[in-house]
């Protein structure tokens, strides 16, 4: 048994997942008349009490579709140094939208409202024009913390103050979701523009979602094709999409409770320094300074533990809807 940690985008479709591809009723997205991508599309921008959405291949698509759309070249976007739009997505920042980046460097990877305040660029024409503020829930190297409605409604209002858009990548948004309590609705009043991810704790194997104002999706259509992100009889992914909202958001919760009992099983292995705090499905740890992560998860493959490196000492495991009671028992025993 293979017990692969390594990311929770390795998921596969379940059975009734696949089922509802299959059955998909499917057009040409880019004519606009596929109709489950058409219903996928509302579903989520209802969800969101936004006015609408864009389906995607991925989430660095929607990110960076994102800022594309709010900033002119030349123009400077604050986000974390930690940000997953920062250090994951290619330089597309620079590359797509010919934009600069300010980078504050919050407490695992989350801004408050006086960091942002600070790292506005002066009214200058030696400075680039700050145009958008990009926050990240939940924080992938922050190891899956999150920010609350109330901190994310104070950095808007810094936003509000300074003509400033906010934009969320809410990658693993649902699995703050399912922890606060809080509302979809409540983000989609906060923010200009909200991407989610389809693939990675919803289990869905392609797609994420941009929500935002018709005009601005309109824009970002636009962007899409030229990036080369118009796609056909996408209503095949589309569907399990759908199925994914309708039934995999509240068992994420079943994804952090294994979580914590991976870090409770780490908390008594000697090489283990210290333990990010778990708070939904990221677990992050430390090894103490003679042993390289690299190392270390190269000895956990060939038990059969497939993890990744996060820095030069940090391991990450992610737990996912293909991880069973019956993998956490096999873990403990080959940990120990």
Not at 81 to 103: D, K, P, T
Not at 255 to 275: F, Q, S
């Amino acid at each position: 048994m293979i017990i692969d940690l390594r990311s929770d985008t390795i998921t596969k479709p379940t059975p009734a997942m696949r089922e509802a591809m299959f059955n998909a009723e499917v057009g040409d997205d880019v004519l606009g008349d596929d109709p489950t991508v058409n219903a996928l599309e509302e579903k989520a921008a209802r969800l969101f009490g936004m006015e609408a959405a864009l389906f995607c291949p991925s989430g660095t698509m929607t990110n960076q579709l994102a800022i594309r759309t709010h900033t002119r070249p030349g123009d400077d976007v604050i986000c974390d140094v930690l940000s997953h739009i920062y250090l994951y997505e290619g330089g597309g920042i620079s590359v797509n939208a010919l934009a600069s980046v300010s980078l504050p460097q919050g407490v695992k990877g989350k801004l408050t409202p006086d960091l942002v305040r600070d790292h506005i660029q002066p009214d200058d024409i030696h400075k680039p024009t700050t145009r958008l503020v990009s926050l990240e829930n939940t924080i992938n190297k922050g190891g899956g913390c999150y920010y609350s409605v109330p901190e994310i409604a104070a950095i808007k209002q810094v936003c509000d103050a300074h003509n400033l858009r906010l934009h969320l990548d809410g990658a693993r948004l649902f699995n703050a979701l399912v922890e606060t309590g809080e509302s979809p609705e409540a983000y989609g009043q906060l923010f200009d523009s909200v991407s989610i991810c389809l693939s990675k704790g919803l289990g869905c194997p392609v797609g994420s979602l941009l929500l935002g104002k018709k005009d601005f999706i309109k824009q970002a259509r636009r962007f899409r094709k030229l990036m080369g992100g118009g796609w056909r009889q996408a209503g095949f992914l589309a569907a399990a999409g759908i199925y994914a909202l309708d039934h995999h958001v509240n068992r994420l919760k079943m994804d952090h409770a294994r979580a914590r009992k991976i870090g409770a099983m780490l908390e008594r292995l000697p090489e283990v320094e210290e333990i990010y705090p778990i708070d939904t499905n990221i677990v992050i740890f430390r090894l103490p300074e003679p042993i390289l992560a690299a190392d270390y998860v190269a000895q956990l493959a060939e038990k059969g533990i497939l993890a990744v490196t996060f820095g030069k000492h940090l391991v990450r495991f992610v737990t996912h809807l293909d991880i069973t009671e019956e993998h956490l028992a096999e873990l403990e025993q080959r940990l120990s």
